[in-house]
């Protein structure tokens, strides 16, 4: 599906919102946690606001999408202290902040000069980008804009009323939240507040891919009594195809336990998505094992994602993978890797 850029009206009408919402500086009473729903009332789907800035440091508004997004937050704010760099990259949100001049690209700034308008100062130029999973942060589209601009809009309404009433938000339970739902009478949308109660989705199935050939292959391989230290991580060297969103590339290493060699490392690309990306992680091991023409008594991973995929080949082939908070030898390896490329 190609992707169509907002027209100038709203382009206009979402300023106009950002505009709104810097005047009224919510982050002064409002923490990211006080979460309400806006419902866009093209798809249907409900996204959730959270107003951040409290500290100062980041003034933004950001809509998480639908219940993914929702938990996908809450998760994140769980581990944010110790979570790696592409957790908050792999939800899906939209977001309007409030940057510095030169964080701003030539394309957003011929935005703003076509609409007439101006700013100036620290934190005060508006910047709308969409957060994809997989993807780095991208100009916005026009259906997105025009969800933003809506969600922008009844953010006004809300945080004003939750200023006054901080009761506003609260809840019964943990999974209902007040969503601003839309309807439309005599041709114009009409908002009111409806309690939605919005359970944790479902972890999503993730198809494996397997080279069956190749497993029955590794399977008959002398076993050794090494260890494998294994990651799949975000490698932050940005990768864009012309007209396309760019994205960062993940990197499946692999180091020996004991003299800290890099054995292996294959980069992943987030393409058509993530879930299709996890599929291919078990074969992928399975392949490298290949080359190394030998089995290690065991695997040590960090992330439950990684232990989860690995556990599907433990039984087959018969080699313990444990989770392990610590990696030295597989992060030494990744420092010089990072350092090398990055």
């Known amino acids: 599906m190609a992707e169509t850029s907002p027209t100038l009206n709203e382009w206009r009408r979402l300023y106009q919102a950002a505009i709104r919402i810097k005047e009224i500086a919510p982050w002064e009473w409002m923490t990211e946690a006080d979460i309400f729903g806006v419902q866009d009332p093209e798809t249907d789907e409900i996204g959730f606001v959270s107003i951040m800035g409290m500290l100062g ?12 997004g929702l938990y996908g ?19 899906p949100h939209l977001q309007a902040s409030f940057e510095d001049r030169n964080e701003l690209t030539d394309k957003d700034r ?45 953010a006004v309404e809300v945080v004003l009323r939750f200023k006054e009433d901080p009761a506003l938000l609260e809840s019964a339970d943990e999974e209902s939240y007040l969503v601003r739902m839309p309807r439309e009478v005599n041709g114009d949308l009409v908002w009111e ?17 397997m080279n069956v050939e190749a497993l029955e292959g590794v399977k008959q391989l002398p076993r050794g009594e090494h260890t494998l ?7 932050p060297v940005r990768i864009q195809e ?11 290493l692999v180091a020996e336990d004991q003299r800290g060699l ?44 990684l232990l989860a995929l690995l556990k599907l080949l433990e039984e087959e082939l018969g080699v313990e993978v444990k989770a392990a908070r610590v990696l030295p030898n ?10 090398r490329f990055v």
């Open 57 to 68: 440091e980041h003034l933004s508004l950001a809509v998480y999408r639908g219940a993914k």
């Open 73 to 91: 937050f809450w998760n994140f704010q769980q581990v944010a202290d110790s979570a790696p760099a592409e957790a908050f990259l792999e939800i």
């Open 110 to 154: 011929a935005v703003i000069k076509e609409l007439g308008l101006k700013f100036r100062g620290r934190q005060e130029w508006p910047l709308f980008r969409s957060y994809r999973p997989g993807y780095l942060p991208w100009y916005v589209e026009a259906p997105e804009a025009r969800w933003l601009t809506y969600a922008l809009e009844q």
């Open 193 to 209: 507040d409806e309690v939605v109660r919005v359970p944790m989705p479902e972890p999503e199935p993730i198809p494996i891919v």
């Open 229 to 235: 230290e294994m990651d799949l991580f975000l490698f």
């Open 242 to 252: 012309k007209g396309a969103r760019p994205y960062f590339p993940y990197i499946l």
């Open 262 to 305: 890099i054995l292996s490392n294959e980069l992943l690309t987030p393409e058509p998505g993530l879930v299709e990306m996890w599929g291919l992680v078990p074969m992928k091991v399975v392949h490298q094992l290949a080359q190394m023409k030998v089995l290690p008594q065991e695997i040590k991973v960090r992330s439950f994602r």
């Open 330 to 339: 597989l992060d030494q390896a990744k420092e010089s890797l990072l350092h």
